[in-house]
């Protein structure tokens, strides 16, 4: 640049020289060639350094995308570490979950099923209580005396007929009878363990 500087700044001043001649002559052609290509150096002159100006702003520009660049790829390596951390803190939970689940199913199997079975022993048990209420009520119909006005729980189980109805009084008066044995050799066998005491 100071060599161009330097060539252009001997032409000025031969340029110079030729305008004012120290013999008074007319300029040549020669000298009016080194004219316009002084004119045209100094035209050049200013484009690089137009130029010049252009490519600082543009390598100032890259600079600044390349730390951009940097900063980018800081954030991205950093994103990539905790998307690892992330994905093993996921499975390392996916496993205790699978575990857990795993096991609250055995524990709760083992919970539920002793619960089911006093569930089902308590049916039978209702099951029972409902035959057995039933059977008590078909004997009360059953030696609910004639002409006597029946509660309306029983009036189910009345029997329509006159034969079937004495049956059926027959057979409860009978198993009231031995009902009522029972009941007696039951507090003979009572008193006379108390006695023996």
Not at 100 to 121: Q, R, Y
Request: charge should be negative.
């Amino acid at each position: 640049m100071l060599y161009a500087n330097f060539s252009i700044s001997a032409l000025c001043l031969y340029v110079h020289c030729m305008k004012y001649p120290v013999y008074g002559g007319q300029m040549t052609k020669t000298e009016r060639r080194l004219q316009h290509a002084l004119s045209q150096l100094e035209k050049l002159q200013t484009n690089v350094e137009h130029q010049k100006k252009n490519v600082d702003a543009l390598c100032v520009d890259m600079n600044v995308k390349i730390e951009n660049i940097t900063e980018q790829k800081a954030q991205i390596k950093q994103l990539d570490e905790a998307v690892v951390q992330l994905t093993s803190d996921r499975d390392t939970a996916l496993h205790r979950l699978q575990y857990l689940e795993g096991h609250i199913s055995e524990e709760v199997a083992m919970k539920v099923a002793p619960i089911h079975l006093d569930l089902a022993n308590a049916n039978a048990l209702l099951m029972q209580e409902k035959s057995e209420r039933i059977i008590e009520y078909i004997h009360l119909a059953d030696l609910w005396p004639p002409g006597w006005s029946m509660p309306s729980i029983l009036t189910k189980y009345r029997v329509h007929g006159d034969d079937v109805a004495r049956k059926r009084r027959a057979s409860a008066m009978e198993y009231e009878t031995g009902l009522t044995e029972e009941k007696g050799v039951q507090q003979d066998n009572l008193q006379k363990v108390a006695t023996e005491w």
